[in-house]
Each structure stands twice: as C-alpha cells, then as structure tokens.
C-alpha cells in the first residue's frame, strides 16, 4: 500500500501537479509597465477592446492562462522574456604555448532578465597543462628559526626541481621578515640594533621588519646565492610581523615580479604565532594600514609608522592579487594557522619538521591540494541580484549562493558550473565578475532587465479607439493634452487636469478609491471581480467586502451593504451570525444583563467596569457607600449638604427604609457624617447601574460632648504641675552649680604649701643646762 502512494505521488509530480502554482500579485496598475514590474508571472494583453465597460485596465494584467481565459488572443500577449548574448567565448586553451592560455570560458557575456525570472548559463573551467608557477618564499628570521635557514640554503636544488615537474614556466622569489623595529617587539638599544643576536654569534644582521630579498627568478644558482647571504635576525617577543610581510609581498607586486598570467604562491615559514590589527596601539602606532606598497631600498619603509594589517584586509588583498598563501608552520602554531587559513580562501596549512628539512615535500603537497580544489565565486555583485552556482563535475559540492566547489580536479580535466542569476528589480547596464579563486581568468556579466513592454502601436496620434484624440500605447488610450478619459472621451476645457481628478479623491486620498477612473470629474466605477459594480460617489462601496461567517458573506442571514452586514428578521451580529435572543442574557430575577448592558449574540455586552457574564458586579467603580452617604444622610436623618433638596437629588436613586436591624447582606455600609456620628446602612444595587434599596439604622453613634469642668480641672493640675516641674528643675540646676564650686575650692586647698622657717622674735619655754663637771662616765 505504501509502495503504491509512493508511485501515485511521483507520477503526479512527473505530471505537474505538484508543481508551484502561477499567480500574478498585482497591486496598482495602470500601465503595460507596471504590469511586467509586479511579478514574473504577470503579463499584459494589448488587444483592443479587451477591457468591458466599467473595468479598469489593470484587467489586462494577470497570467497568461488566465487572460486566454478571458478572451485575449495569445499574439497579443507582452511578456519579456530572458535573453543571453556571449560577447566572447574564446575557447579553452589544452596547454600552454606562445599566447595566453584560456582557462575558464566565456569570458564576457551580455543579459537581458525580466525582474524576478532567473536565468542559467553554464561556465566551463580547465586548467592548461604547464600553466606557469610564481612562488614567493617567505622566511621567518627571528633568532628561533636559526636551525631552519642552515637547511633552506640548501634546498633550493629541490625546491626548483619539484616547480619543474609541476611545470617548466616556474620561478622563484625569496623575502624574509622579523617584526617592528620599536619597543615592546624590539630592543631598540643601539646596539641591539644593529646585533639582536646572542653575542656569540657573529653572523647577525640588523633588526627589520620586511625585506625583500629576491624578485621572481627562473634561475636556481641566483636564488641560492641570495638566500646563501642572509643571516638570522633576532627581536623580543613571540609573535612576530608576518602579516606586514605577507601585505607587502601582496600589493608590490611590480618589486615582487608576479606574471600576469600564473599561479601565483606564497609560502610562509614561521614557528611563531602573528600579530594584526591592534598590536600596534602597544608602541604607540595608531595610523591603520592603508593596504598600499612601502618599498625603498626592498625594505618596508613604513614599518613603525603604520599598524599590522587586519586578518579581513589581507584576505582580500590576497584574493584581489590571486594570491594562495601556504602556511608552513611548526606544530606548536599549527591550530593558529589553521583557524586563520579558515579565513583566507584558498590557502593551505603544512606542519613544518623542527628544521625545515620537509618544507619542499610540504610545498608540493599543499600545492596539490590548491590546484585540484576549483573555487568559483564572483565580485563586485550589484544589490538586488541573486546567483547560485551548481557545480557539475566528479567531486562535487553543493550549490551555493556563494561559491560553487569541484575538488580533486585534474590537469586538463574540463568541468562546468551551472550559474542562475536572477534580479528582484530593476537596473541598466550593471556588471559583476565570475572567477576561479586564483586564477587570473574572469568571465564578466553585464546585466540590465526588461522593466517596459516593447509594444508594436499604430503609428496614427488619432486613433479612432481614442475617439481620434489620442494613441493607442500597448492596447490604451494616450491621451492628447486637454482631453482625458480611458478613450479621451473628456474634454476638461479651462480647468486643468489636477483639479478635476481633485474632486475624485475622498479626503485626498486614492482617485475614486483605486476602484474607478475619474472621468470629467465624476467617479465611473469599475465592476468587480465577481461582476457587480462598486457604487458611491468615490467607488467606496461594494456588496462583497463585508465580514464572513462559516466562509459566507454576512453569514448568509443578510446582506452586504457598504462594507456592514443588513442582517435578514431574526438574525444580529457583525456577520449576521447569531440568531436574536435573550435566552443567554436573562439573570435570576428575570432581567437582561441587570439593566447594566445590551444582549447582543445571546451574550451580555456590559457597560465599562461591569463583568461578564451578567453585568451583576462592577470591580472598578467607585465604592457606593461613599458615594450615596450625602443622600443616605439626608433621606434618613434630614441632615448633610443635600438637606435642602433632598428628594430631588436622591429619590430617583434610592429607595430607603429606617429599620432597626438590617435584612439586607449584599454591600454592608458605615460612614461618618457631616455631623461626626456614624452611619450604619446596607445597599442592595437594583436593576440598572444608578439604582439601590437601602436599610438605614435608625439610631447613629455620635460621640459625647466634653465635660467642661474636666477640661478646666485637667488644664489648671497641668499648669501646676509644670510650675512644680520647673522650680524643681531651677533647684537642681542651682545645686549643681554649688557643688562645682565647692569641689574647685577642695582642689586647690590641697595644693597650697606653708612655709617652715621658724620666727625669729619667738622664744620657746624649755631651757636645757648643762653641768659643767659632768664627763659622760
């Protein structure tokens, strides 16, 4: 069974059932121009006398099928269609001789689009056998890479023996680089300048930043010599300036020698990771580079003036140059230069021995690789234009939008690219290019679209299809100045054109509302697409926009009059889409929605701030207690601000009892009046939103009034107490004061001293003799 739906569903894709329907998506049309502009399905009927009376002109633009349908002959029909002109398809070359070799075809190519109609055209590609090789080695000379150069001076027999087997139109160039001559990146001591090299080695050149050492040589005896006489360099931190080199050796390429007509390499060798864009902030250098060649004396002239190249302008440099770069690096920088090389196209990355010694193992093998992979892409792509690139080869990749890729690709292998391009508007004479990713071949498209109808017209100014006043342009009146009208019926005679075509638009807006043609100043309406007529004095009405039910106009219970349903007895709603009843609408005391909203639908449609589904309870308004106090007030205790007219303001409103206890639960009240007594009342809110029944208690709590004696006994004890308050505090403060005085007085007692020399006038009353013949025995 299921083999059997498989089967029917792909012969009915075979058949074209499911294939895209054609619609033209017409918006406003009022000639064959703006007909071919709305879409690539849409096309014109130019037959005379197609239009019915009443229609508009915008009937001759639809698709094809339908305007036969309608009654157009097919020769009349305008629709542009996609045409190709190969200005030059020189063919491609198998090897390479005395001219240039030709290795993509066509090389210039002319298209005429229709906006939104793609086109396809195939692009063939093959690479000439002995196609001629430029490469550039590029040499990190920082004092780490000393090893590696004792074993690069002596490649060269096999660097040019491995070129002349791939082809024998090959030469070799050789530069090298360290890093800026400026701190942090480098000793700028003296003579650190002219020796950055440990003092044991005496083979040392200065300190630079790029140097160019060899231009492009066939000669294998001049590239040993050159490389023979350089010695390492030195400088201070890790990274060094491989991508200044790398941009220089780019853009000079006069000074480099890159052939016109070659594949042109760039090998780097580095154990060092790089700086870029930024870097240079750290010495002071803020000026950006400026993707230009600084050579004098083969030396980067504006080393320390300009910052490193961003990775995103020597990619495109290097693209713009044909340029494939090989990244032959040591393996402690392997994934760095991976993830750069992911951002330059067509580059490689090799893992470089610790002394180079597999650099021209790594060199062939990386070429290899490039020259197998074809990378077709284009340049320069107007806006608005579209194109995807399906390769057709062996090994291919997906199409894209981008590129298109075939790999392993041999020599003289010939593959091809279906190439669609498709334009979303209009344009003249634009131009982009289409090129293998380094190669020198382009094919360039020239581009413009088919926007206007090439309509064969009578050659008469008076036809008789425009009442002899006017000429027939793709099948409509062109009307002579003074006269208007889709066939120049109208003679606008002092009045000029823009007034009368005024007095068709409603509040300056669209002439008759896009629905008719102003004519003599009134709206002729045109008919619709079901054949009824639009009517108003601005075409504005119809019996067909009106709201839908089930998929039926009006529900089909009314009619459609203006764009509002007239619904049939019986029927309500928008659409007409409910029967008339209050079924849904009817609340426990048999009212509708409560007086508080209208039913429409069999549905309560509530006024603001009540709720569904009812209308019974309203969350936002405004509490009713303090709303109704001034009334209940008055019709209860003929008291407040409505004590005057009273019944006047609150007898429509309110209808009140005086009870001594409330039966009523619903909304429980109780509010101070203007008395300062409080009021207890309940409300129960009637049918309608400004209608309540009230039970009011008879009797209000009102304070007591003060007791005058209490207020003068209460004031007089108060003033007394606070008299007494006050002399105690003036005692106190009077004692304190004494004390401290008294304390002084103690201190200084104790620090006074009395002299203790005896007085002279004073005599004593004890005197001692002594016996003269007293010996003391």
Not at 219 to 229: A, G, L, P, R, Y
Not at 351 to 364: A, T
Not at 626 to 648: D, Y
């Amino acid at each position: 069974m299921n083999l059997f739906l498989f089967l029917l569903l792909l012969l009915m894709g075979r058949n074209g059932l499911c294939q895209q329907e054609e619609v033209c998506s017409k918006s406003v049309v009022n000639s064959c121009g703006d007909c071919i502009r709305s879409g690539k399905y849409c096309v014109w009927c130019q037959q005379l006398n197609f239009t019915k009376a009443g229609e508009q002109d915008a009937v001759r633009c639809d698709t094809q099928t339908q305007l036969i349908k309608r009654g157009c002959k097919k020769e009349e029909i305008i629709s542009p269609q996609n045409t190709m002109t190969i200005i030059q398809g020189d063919s491609l070359s198998k090897s390479v001789n005395q001219r240039e070799p030709v290795q993509l075809k066509p090389q210039k190519i002319s298209l005429r689009l229709r906006s939104g109609l793609s086109t396809t055209f195939s692009v063939s590609f093959k690479r000439a056998e002995g196609y001629p090789v430029d490469l550039y080695y590029l040499m990190d000379l920082s004092y780490s890479m000393k090893d590696d150069l004792e074993n690069v001076k002596e490649l060269g027999k096999d660097l040019f023996a491995t070129l002349n087997k791939i082809t024998p139109h090959a030469q070799i160039g050789f530069g090298a680089f360290v890093d800026k001559t400026v701190l942090p990146y480098t000793n700028i001591n003296k003579e650190k300048l002219l020796k950055p090299c440990d003092e044991n080695d005496q083979q040392c050149q200065a300190a630079f930043g790029y140097r160019h050492v060899l231009s492009m040589t066939p000669m294998e005896d001049e590239f040993k010599k050159k490389v023979t006489e350089q010695f390492i360099s030195g400088n201070l931190d890790s990274p060094e300036g491989s991508l200044d080199a790398m941009m220089q050796a780019a853009v000079c390429g006069d000074k480099i020698g890159w052939r016109n007509s070659s594949t042109r390499l760039l090998v780097l060798t580095t154990d060092a990771g790089f700086h870029m864009a930024g870097d240079g902030k750290l010495a002071g250098i803020l000026e950006p580079n400026d993707k230009q060649c600084y050579m004098e004396n083969n030396l980067y002239s504006k080393s320390t003036d300009m910052d490193y190249p961003s990775v995103g302008q020597l990619a495109m440099q290097l693209e713009e140059n044909n340029i494939q770069p090989i990244f032959a690096v040591t393996k402690n920088v392997e994934i760095v230069y991976k993830q750069l090389s992911k951002m330059i196209p067509k580059s490689e990355v090799g893992v470089l021995s610790s002394d180079s010694k597999n650099v021209v193992q790594l060199i062939e093998s990386a070429y290899n690789r490039l020259s197998s992979k074809v990378t077709l892409t284009h340049d320069n792509l107007p806006d608005n234009v579209r194109v995807v690139y399906t390769p057709k080869c062996d090994h291919a990749g997906p199409s894209g939008d981008s590129e298109g890729v075939c790999d392993n690709v041999r020599v003289g292998e010939e593959i091809s690219f279906n190439v669609t391009v498709t334009a979303t508007s209009c344009m003249e004479d634009q131009s982009f290019t289409i090129r293998p990713l380094g190669i020198k071949d382009t094919l360039t498209v020239t581009l413009s679209t088919n926007c206007e109808c090439q309509c064969v017209d009578p050659a008469t100014s008076s036809h008789p299809h425009c009442t002899g006043k006017g000429q027939v342009s793709c099948g409509i009146c062109s009307c002579r100045e003074g006269f208007i009208g889709q066939f120049c019926e109208c003679s606008i005679g002092d009045k000029d054109e823009r007034t009368l075509r005024a007095s068709c638009q409603r509040q300056n807006g669209t002439e008759c509302e896009g629905r008719g043609d102003c004519v003599c100043g009134r709206c002729n309406c045109h008919t619709t697409e079901s054949g009824s007529s639009y009517y108003g004095e601005f075409c504005e009405c119809d019996h067909e926009h009106c709201e839908k039910f089930m998929n039926k106009l009006c529900g089909g219970n009314g009619k459609c009059n203006c764009g509002e349903c007239k619904c049939d007895g019986g029927y309500e709603g928008s659409a007409c889409q409910c029967r008339v009843s209050e079924e849904g609408c009817r609340t426990l005391n048999n009212t509708v929605c409560y007086g508080r909203g209208a039913c429409k639908c069999n549905r309560c449609e509530c006024r603001e701030g009540y709720q569904n589904p009812r209308c019974q309870t309203c969350l936002g308004c405004t509490d009713p207690c303090q709303t109704k106090l001034n009334c209940i007030e008055c019709l209860g205790f003929q008291s407040g601000p409505f004590k005057k007219n009273c019944s006047e303001t609150c007898s429509a409103s309110i209808y009140h009892e005086m009870v001594d206890q409330s039966t009523i639960q619903s909304k429980r009240c109780q509010q101070k009046d203007s008395d300062g007594c409080w009021i207890k009342f309940n409300l129960d809110q009637l049918v309608g939103e400004d209608n309540y029944k009230a039970e009011i208690l008879k009797k209000r709590d009102c304070p007591e009034p003060p007791s005058v004696t209490a207020i003068i006994g209460g004031s007089l004890a108060s003033v007394a107490l606070i008299g007494i308050l006050l002399l105690m505090l003036i005692k106190l403060l009077i004692y304190m004061k004494d004390l401290k005085e008294f304390r002084k007085f103690e201190n200084e007692k104790k620090k006074s001293k009395w002299a203790e020399a005896e007085n002279p006038l004073f005599q004593t009353a004890t005197t001692t003799v002594a016996n003269p013949i007293f010996t003391g025995e």
